[in-house]
Nanobody
Framework: VQLVESGGGSVQAGGSLRLSCAASGYTFSSVCMGWFRQAPGKAREGVAAIDSDGSTSYADSVKGRFTISQDNAKNTLFLQMNSLKPEDTAMYYC????????????????WGQGTQVTVS
């Protein structure tokens, strides 16, 4: 399984970014995909997830600001991030698994290399 993130960058507070994750190499007929992030000196935390039926979940800290979506035809996951805050600064990782396990970091076996988001 290969997950390749893109779209990170530097933005001022209040700005927006759209992250993408291209997934390939998996054979599951349906999957759960999501985004985690890790800020310097902090534990990795779940941000958003989307199940195979389209149901979504968000961390309380991003509800109303971030939107997760996917293009099934292109096996691509997105994270639209609006009203960004300095505390959103982190490395953002795309994850994939057969089922959704909430935001339990250890339950996801497939991770991308990450894309850096910096909000000043």
């Amino acid at each position: 399984v290969q997950l390749v993130e893109s779209g990170g960058g530097s933005v001022q507070a209040g700005g927006s970014l759209r992250l993408s994750c291209a997934a390939s190499g998996y054979t599951f007929s349906s999957v759960c995909m999501g985004w985690f992030r890790q800020a310097p000196g902090k534990a990795r935390e779940g941000v958003a997830a989307i199940d195979s039926d389209g149901s979504t979940s968000y961390a309380d800290s991003v509800k109303g600001r971030f939107t997760i979506s996917q293009d099934n035809a292109k096996n691509t996951l997105f994270l639209q991030m609006n009203s960004l805050k300095p505390e959103d600064t982190a490395m953002y990782y795309c994850v994939l698994e057969r089922f959704c396990y909430g935001f339990s970091t250890g339950r996801y076996n497939y991770w991308g290399q990450g894309t850096q988001v910096t909000v000043s």
